[in-house]
């Protein structure tokens, strides 16, 4: 029986612990510093906002646990010895293992602002930030957030929950202009504004200054405007949290280095979500992609490989998601700020900037459809993903485009309004949305065909 | 809120909407404290007129009371104590044939109390109406309605676990208190607020040409907060037109079915068909009762028309619209329990209790109620139809019958059920006790085309959704799997599907083929590997 350690018990470490322990009866160990027990890092911000308590972030019961045999332990981990393949914690104890997982997580990142290590001033990741942050935003006039990303948006809207003042610095013209074409981009602007936010865009911090006590006053703009503020949240991405693995001889680079079945360079060692750098990245995709649906999928890839499958790491057909205040956004396949040489984009996007579809497809023969996004409106997933895989036409995905819309019952259903947007944009065409969900559907008891 | 600087009108208004709310339901607790009692001769010749103290009682009782006449009690309880003396020394003196049964006895307290009361309240019901349930409603419409226009539509259940009126600090424990002390009085002891239910005589009057009576004070209130908390729960889910239909619709069902048709039925002079129509056995456990066989009866063609609606409605419609759409169509959509749960209870509905062991006890407890209703409507008809006093191990039907209404009936349903809002979430009784719920879960269980169906593999776990599952469903169990949702104990409410952040549920009704996704596909690698 083997000894399979992992080292973090976020959705990766966790993942790969619940697919070995339904695989093989090898002891499983989880190691974290964190937390004793594993909870949804995404929920970080609704405990603040006081939609959660932090009990309700576990997505697993105490019990479950000890139920199937896998055994936690609280403790920071400082080395990693690949020699005598044990770990060694702060307090000097040796943890040995057959298997070593690596699902360390990220860190926030920071980019040497002066003042940057003032109180007051720190990023949004882990359980301690969100101690921290629920200190230093206590009785506060105004909070500033630094940076264009999911994260930044989260902690101003948590702010924004407890009625403190925000003000948010955008580096870029428009929030996130580089991932989202301009509509997406400057509907998510507007949300951010209809919320009360002091968005400025094209603004960069240059320094933050503090006060006699070593706690941070004022934030300080690259055009020369301060403002006064108790509390900065520094949101410009995160890295791989992996000092320690560093020194112990596993080869890295931004992250720890993997190959396609997730084995770093020391056999027996494994690297999984955020920390992990995949040395080849299939087409389409970076190389480290910190994101929650990635670390999931990496940690049932390891499950597998460590139990005799013959598997590599594909995370198949891009998907994500988010929530921007309340605009709800999904995307779909491929949909980036620009279509690519060959690439065409079909956008509806309600006159009251709160609803968007947009359907990408290859500028040839049948125009495939390649890429789904929605704002404000929901989309299935498997619907998606079946005609992404099948290539479906966009004629074809244009006349269907009523079963894949996923809103709740009684939603105003805007497929129509993009078949008209085709029908403008490409003249003689005179297409019909055949199907839609509705009444006619309510009584029918036999599956109907999805895909034809 | 995005109004930080200088005067906002939107928030001066809503905190004016707490002010006239908190003194319109501080007026309310003070109505029971507020009257001298007296009693005098023609307050008794008048009870006696009106047969409010029967014919056969009239001689002793009377007598009795006399001890009583034209003194002045400060408060009800002084007043109480000599009535239950001279009601206990009538009972010496009756033939054990002819005393005062338990029922008649607490009626006889409950109407001398109410005749016997000289106050503010006695003398302008109107006003007191208006001040007391008035006020109440218009101060919760005044702070639910800016928020229209004070931030954009969306979920917003800012502070809530912050909040100690909705996560039981000392306000909610507070509210808990009041809310089961009140249910206790209601039941058990209307005499005690004979003052509240005359606040119902000026409503009663114009409805139905009557008194009001504990039952109609009851309905009257409920009905007042499904309407005004359904506001607040539409102008919280204004964004989501599923909950403004489903909230317009159990405010139109308390309203017309349960409020105003039994009304009319007393103004129309068929006070025993006074029934809530869409109330279906076994959750109106009393359907086949003597008195209500006897009632309809009574009323000829009508009366059979109505007896073969309860019948149809239980063994027919409600099963068969749970096929199609789940007994959501009868939860949260159409059921006076369900209405209250969803608007009154919509603040409390984080407290339920997720924990598998919460699961465990729910499902003894539920369908024990469900066999417990089975069994006691059973020796019920049959000791009608053979009228032959029969005994089920050495108990008879009223017996069995009389527990039934007590412990589940009023205890369960009421106390428990709507009492400990504040304490375990808005859905004790329809979760653990509703025999009804509990027929219809079987139905969702195992032949319906309901399912809250997963949206691939887009969960991020964050727990919202069982967060705010007011049945104690973890719906995050199966959504992080990919699988699709089918509890019997599922309401249908739709909440998790709103307050989900990666639009990840959907209340869907459809084939009953492919309803249980044994598992869900998340695409990783060239095949597709099962997320479990």
Redesign the interface.
Known sequence: MRQIVILGNG?AGITAARHLR?RCDDEILVISGESDHFF?R??LM?IY?????YE????Y?D?FWKENRIRLLRTWIQAIDTAQRQLLDADGRQIPYDVLILATGSKPNKFGWPGQDLDGVQGLYSLQDLENMERYTRGIERGVVVGGGLIGIEMSEMMH???I?VSFLVREKSWMERVFPAEESEMINQEIR???IDLRLGTELDRIEGDEHGRAKAAVTKDGSTIPCQFLGLTVGVSPNIEFVRSSGVECDRGILVDDSLETSVPGVYAIGDCAQIRDPLPGRRPVEPL??TG??MG??VA?VLTGED???????W?N???F??L?W?VYGKVPSQPDEGEGTLVWKDPGGKKLIRLNYLDEGERPVIGYQVMGI?????VC?EWLDARKPLRYVLENLGVVN???????QHEADLVEVYNRQFPGESLKLKRKRGLR????????ERAA | MSEHHGFSPLLFVRRAGLGVFLVGFGLFVLVPLLSDFRLTDDILSEMAANNEIYQHHQEIVIGELQALKDKTYPHQFAFLTDVKRELTESNERLDSGSQIWEYDFGQYQYRLVRAASLGPVSSNPTLWFFLTVGLSMLGGLLYALPRIWLEPGGIKNNGVFQSSVKSRGWLGIGVGVFLIGFYIALYFYPAVIADWIRLGDPISELMRGTLSDQWFFYGMLYTAAVLTMGVRMAVNYRHSRYQLVRTASVSFFQLGFAFLIPALMVLINKPELGYDLKNSWPLDYSAFFDYRIDGYEKHGVFGMVMLFWTIALSTLVVPALAFFFGKRWYCSWVCGCGGLAETLGDPYRHLSDKSRTAWRVERYVIHGVLVFAVVMTGIVVWDLFTESAVSVAGFQAWQVRSWYGFAIGSIFAGVVGTGFYPLMGNRVWCRFGCPLAAILGLVQKFKSRFRITTNGGQCISCGNCSTYCEQGIDVRWYAQRGQNIIRSSCVGCGICSQVCPRGVLRLENGPTEDRYNEVSLVQIGKGRIDIA
């Open positions: 959705v339904k949804s995404t929920a609704y906002m006081g939609h959660m308590a309700n972030t576990k997505p019961e019990h929950s407890r009625d003042p209809d919320n009360g929650w649906y999931r999928m049932e890839t597998r598997l590599s790491y594909d995370p198949g057909t998907f998601s988010a929530k205040f309340d709800e999904q929901r989309y299935r997933h498997d993903q996923f809103d709740p019952e009684f939603y105003r559907n309510l009584f029918r008891l036999r599956r109907s």
